[in-house]
């Protein structure tokens, strides 16, 4: 037995009790071991294990270091606050993770318990942690995870601020535990592997529910009665399923991809915002080039489809700043609860105002997210396949796409264009490639870097050159930590680049 500062007890179950006559040898723990640690023992051997798999990930020195530092500095504080191991989420430090009192949650009842044990719930909020403190954390404010931390229960039947806000926070918090979940999952292949003596003798390794992920029975069950979108479950036993055997060869390289994959949806956005839901994390993985990741696979989403994770086509409209003061209309109905809900969802036919602030608009194309940014003022309907009908205001399109005004209609060849539509006339500046327009009487191309409008009769000008071009677009700034070399260029058959 280790050295221990705490009063520690093991309770013997009952299949062991009734084992006990007299006269006979019974074996006691795990294949005859007992190892009783002190919480701070604990959590010193959860850390270590811990660094062990980062030091595997495939991060840059710097980060790896500094992750590293981070996970030895938290603190597990533990009180009756919480009855299970939680995380705060975006309301807490990443330095301190919340546990239920140390005397209760540490007892055997808890090591042998197959539903919920001690050790992979630590993992489960390490796994948060990790996702936190590599990839960063989403935009700072909303806290709709807060106290949500668990895998079940109420988090896919979580529905009210859908009706209220066009939001469905179960698709986010789903995402946070599924991945969390992953990596305790993760880990306890990692641990298995390479730690025989800890698995074969530690009264605290115990796989309990991880090894549901495995078969996706349960998930199965699951998806037919919940949308799979928005249940936990269904998400980690998809990239079980989909990472396959690279889950038990290589999992702190798998989880540097999982990670990877939700970084890249930076790259997708106005914000520069990580993939957040099972949607935009799916989206970033097929669209993105398949050399961008750690581990190839095939197109992610012919596996999304039989686990029902395809959720039906809707645009995601996102204040671009300041959250405090965006306010949008969507058919009539005021939205501005932005702080706590990081994007609105919206299905064709909507008619959107911008009451206050710039948005980012995307809309579901079939290769990628088309975006536009919306100025105040600006309002449009979404037409049956999410075709733009502009109505009034100022647009930035950053994508090709395709759109109508009252008096025009307009194919984009460019990915950078401003359209805005004014009492008298509309304005068109084209930035890169080629606009054509069509009115009832004229037909005009504006080329890169010209400019015409529309008037009320509906007659084109012929396209002038710009006196002035607007700076160009930024790109986005951030930076991934993960190490690339070596990664593998070919494209599986059948992946679509
Ligand atoms: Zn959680």
């Not at 539903?115 to 989403?138: C, Q, S, T, V």
């Not at 809707?314 to 700043?321: F, I, M, T």
């Not at 984009?412 to 009492?423: G, H």
Request: charged share 25%.
């Amino acid at each position: 037995m280790a050295n221990c500062s705490a009063p520690l007890r093991y309770v013997l179950p009952d299949s062991i009790l009734h084992q006990l006559k007299a006269g006979r040898q019974v074996k006691v723990g795990k294949n005859g071991y007992i190892d009783l640690l002190s919480p701070q023992e604990h959590e010193g051997r959860i850390k270590a294990q811990v660094s062990r798999f980062v030091e595997a990930m495939p991060l840059e020195a710097e980060a790896k270091s500094r992750v590293i530092q981070q996970l030895n500095r938290i603190t597990f504080r533990y009180s009756s606050a919480v009855r299970y191991p939680t995380f705060f989420g975006h309301s807490a430090a990443l330095d301190a993770l919340e546990m239920p009192p140390a005397a209760t949650y540490w007892r055997s009842e808890y090591l042998h318990g197959e539903e919920n044990p001690a050790f992979n719930a630590m993992m489960h909020l390490i796994g948060h942690f990790l996702r936190d403190a590599i990839i960063g954390k989403d935009q700072p404010g909303y806290d709709f995870l807060s106290g949500n931390c668990r895998g079940q229960e109420v988090v896919w039947t979580h529905r009210v601020e859908e009706e209220k806000d066009l939001f469905d926070p179960a698709r986010y918090i789903s995402f946070q535990e599924a991945g969390a979940d992953f990596f305790a999952y993760l880990m306890m292949r990692f641990i298995l592997t390479r730690e025989p003596e800890f698995v074969n003798k530690s009264l605290y390794f115990h796989p309990g529910y991880l090894q549901e992920f495995e078969t996706g029975d349960k998930a199965r069950t699951i998806k037919d009665k919940f949308p799979a979108y928005a249940v936990p479950g269904v998400q980690t036993s998809y990239w079980v399923t989909y990472y396959g055997a690279a889950c038990t060869e290589v999992p702190a390289r798998v989880f540097a991809d999982f990670l990877l994959t939700q970084w890249w949806f930076t790259q997708q956005t106005e914000n520069g915002e990580p993939a957040s839901t099972f949607q935009e994390w799916l989206h970033a993985r097929a669209f993105t080039p398949q050399t961008e990741f750690l581990i190839p696979g095939p197109d992610p989403r012919d596996d999304a489809q039989t686990w029902g994770l395809i959720p039906a086509r809707q645009a995601r409209l996102v204040p671009a700043s300041p959250k405090a003061d965006a306010e949008a209309d969507i058919n009539g109905r005021s939205v501005r609860n932005f702080l706590q809900i990081p994007a609105v969802y919206l299905d064709t036919g909507k008619v959107i105002h911008i009451a206050r602030t710039a948005f980012e608009l995307l809309l579901p194309g079939s290769e990628e997210f088309k975006r536009i940014r919306l100025e105040p003022g600006a309002q449009l309907r979404l037409g049956t396949d999410f075709e733009p009908n502009l109505a009034s205001g100022a647009f930035r399109f950053r994508s090709a796409v395709d759109f109508r005004t009252p008096l025009a209609t307009c194919q984009a060849k460019s990915t950078d264009f401003l359209v805005r539509l004014e009492e008298e006339e509309t304005l068109f500046e084209t930035y890169n490639g080629s606009l054509s327009l069509k009115s009832e009487k004229d037909v005009e191309d504006v080329m890169a870097g010209e400019g015409t409008s529309v008037n009320k009769r509906g007659r084109i000008k012929k396209a002038t050159q710009l006196k002035q071009l607007p700076p160009p677009v930024q790109p986005i700034k951030h930076r991934h930590p993960f190490q690339l070399d070596g990664i593998l260029h070919e494209v599986p058959q059948g992946y679509r680049k």
